[in-house]
């Protein structure tokens, strides 16, 4: 199997993953776990070999067990943030991410089954702007508001 595109550099680290934007109903799709408390995007990392697109589908698939398209990009988010799992506890990562609208079943039920690294079972929970939680990216609640149709560019920095 392919490893996840995530590169030592220094004394930190580099990732590159992908996230789907998934919406219905005036609200979109995140994802938690039993260790957080705060949500994030439902995607992961890109695989060696893979591209942007092929892995956004094979992390949306994995994590609510649905075979969705890409609608299009969305946004490109470059974002510098310290670890907060056991394997990069603390570690400054530079993770670049790749946010693509998918195309939603009107059908679509929820469903997950999927595990974070460390083992802590995740759910899935629709959220709007107005939600309390803490969501990362944090640009989704003002930015899926109204969508538009060209592709945004964000920058995080969080050292």
Known sequence: MAKDMTVLCDEGLINLRV???ILKDGK???VGNERSDYLYSVGGRIKFGETAEEAV???VYEEIGVRMEIDRL???HENYFYGDVPTNLGKLIYEISFFFYMKVPKDFELISN???????K????WVDEND???VYPTFFKTELRQPVETVKHFVTDER
Do not use: K, N, P
């Not at 995740?122 to 929970?125: G, H, N």
């Open 122 to 125: 995740e759910f899935l929970r």
């Open 132 to 134: 309390s939680i803490t």
């Open 74 to 76: 969305g946004f490109i």
């Open 28 to 30: 979109f799709l995140m």
């Open 114 to 120: 999927s595990f974070t690294e460390d083992e802590s």
């Open 19 to 21: 996230g789907a934007i």
């Open 57 to 59: 589908v094979r992390e």
